[in-house]
C-alpha cells in the first residue's frame, strides 16, 4: 500500500525567501509518479509540479522545483522567491501504477504563511 | 472550456436523507475519481472509474455509491446521509493515457445535521 507522509503540518517564511516542504513516501511500485498540489483558501485544488520515478532531472516549474531524492523516497517543494499570495495549504501525493485507473494518494498537507 | 464542474458547491442535510452529487467534465477525459476531504487532512478517495460503464471502490467507500452515467459525467450518492459524511467532496478526472495530473472541480461542501 502506498503512502505519504508530510511530517511539517505549519510553516512560515518570509517574503522573498526560498522555503522547502517535506515529502517521504512508501511504495513497493517501481513506477509511480509524484505530485504537489496547492490548496488556498478559497478551497480549489491546483496543480504545481509533477515527477515521475524513473525521471533522471528534478522536474521544475517557474518557482516550484521538486527535490526527488529516490533512495530516500522523498520528494521535497521547493519555492523560490515567496510572494503573500503563496500562503496556502501545499499537499504531496502519490501517484499508483497499479490499478486500472490513476488513483492519487495524498499526505495530510502543509499549511504555508508567508509573513510580509 | 469549464474543466470539472460540480453541483451544489453547498448543501446542508438532515441525518438519514438521500442526495446526489453531481461531477461533469469537458476535457474528454476517460477516468474520473470522488474524494472526500476532512478538516486537517489530505483527500481520501471514494470511488474511480477508469472509463466509461466501470466503477471500482478507493479507499473509503462505505455509504457511497456511484454511477458513470456517460464519459462526461460521474455523480456520487448518499442513500442515507450521517454526520460521519460532513465533509468537503471533491471530483477530478485525468486522462489515464497520460501519467501527470488530475484536474480537480471546486469542491462540494456537505454538511449532515
Known amino acids: 500500500a502506498q503512502k505519504i507522509t508530510q511530517t511539517q503540518p505549519g510553516m512560515f517564511v518570509q517574503e522573498k525567501e526560498a522555503v522547502t516542504l517535506d515529502c517521504t513516501y512508501d511504495t513497493s511500485d517501481q513506477s509511480y509518479g509524484l505530485f504537489w498540489y496547492k490548496q488556498p483558501s478559497s478551497g480549489e485544488m491546483i496543480f504545481l509540479i509533477y515527477?515521475?520515478?524513473?525521471?533522471?532531472q528534478n522536474a521544475t516549474e517557474g518557482r516550484y522545483s521538486l527535490n526527488f531524492q529516490k533512495a530516500r523516497k522523498s520528494a521535497n517543494l521547493v519555492i523560490s522567491a515567496s510572494q503573500l499570495g503563496d500562503s496556502a495549504m501545499y499537499f504531496c501525493a502519490m501517484r499508483s501504477s497499479s490499478g486500472s485507473a490513476r488513483q492519487l494518494t495524498f499526505g495530510s498537507g502543509t499549511q504555508l504563511t508567508v509573513l510580509p | 472550456n469549464a474543466g470539472v464542474t460540480q453541483t451544489p458547491k453547498f448543501q446542508v442535510l438532515k441525518t438519514g436523507q438521500s442526495m446526489t452529487l453531481q461531477c461533469a467534465q469537458d476535457?474528454?477525459?476517460?477516468?474520473m475519481y470522488w474524494y472526500r476531504q476532512d478538516p486537517g487532512m489530505g483527500l481520501r478517495l471514494i470511488y474511480y472509474s477508469a472509463s466509461e460503464g466501470t466503477t471500482d471502490k478507493g479507499e473509503v467507500p462505505n455509504g457511497y455509491n456511484v454511477s458513470r452515467l456517460n464519459k462526461r459525467e460521474f455523480s456520487l450518492r448518499l442513500e442515507s446521509a450521517a454526520p460521519s459524511q460532513t465533509s468537503v467532496y471533491f471530483c477530478?478526472?485525468?486522462?489515464?493515457?497520460?501519467?501527470?495530473?488530475?484536474?480537480f472541480g471546486p469542491g462540494t461542501r456537505l454538511t449532515v445535521l
Open positions: 477530478a478526472s485525468s486522462e489515464a493515457s497520460i501519467p501527470s495530473e488530475q484536474f
Open positions: 476535457m474528454n477525459h476517460n477516468s
Open positions: 515527477q515521475g520515478s524513473y525521471d533522471e
